[in-house]
């Protein structure tokens, strides 16, 4: 007998924890970065999660020469839910928000939206 009260102890605080994990799963954390573009095309754009600002040589840098030199410091973030990139552009230092980053080579990202903090000079 004591045995079944302590199964059905355990079952009830197992079922009460996955009833709590269950309310709070609606609840979506958001991640940011901030950077400097680095590429951009319709789809996607490489954001270089540097402190410092590109060099102007460096805007003419294709998409596999850029991954290059920025190796550690590249995140590919895909554009595909954001309404308009038109003001979105090369050297512009942005923030971003997403909800889930890719642990990838390199690491890659859909935004919800983004922030121009400062403009391309």
């Known amino acids: 007998m004591p045995k079944i009260g302590v199964s059905l102890i ?9 009833n709590k994990n269950e309310q709070n799963g609606d ?9 400097y573009v680095g590429f951009k095309d319709n789809n996607r754009a490489i954001l270089i999660t540097d402190t410092e600002a590109l060099a102007k040589e460096d805007y003419n840098l ?3 020469q850029l991954m290059n030199k920025f190796k ?16 979105l552009k090369r ?12 642990e990838s080579n390199p690491p890659s990202a ?12």
């Open 110 to 121: 859909t935004i919800q939206q983004y922030k121009l903090l400062q403009k391309n000079n």
């Open 72 to 87: 550690n410091k590249i995140v590919i973030v895909g554009l595909s839910e954001i309404d308009s990139t038109a003001d």
């Open 27 to 35: 609840e979506t954390m958001t991640q940011s970065l901030v950077g």
């Open 62 to 64: 294709s998409e596999e």
């Open 91 to 102: 050297g512009e230092k942005v923030k971003v928000w997403f909800h889930t980053r890719k």
């Open 10 to 18: 355990v079952l009830m605080i197992f079922l009460a924890g996955c």
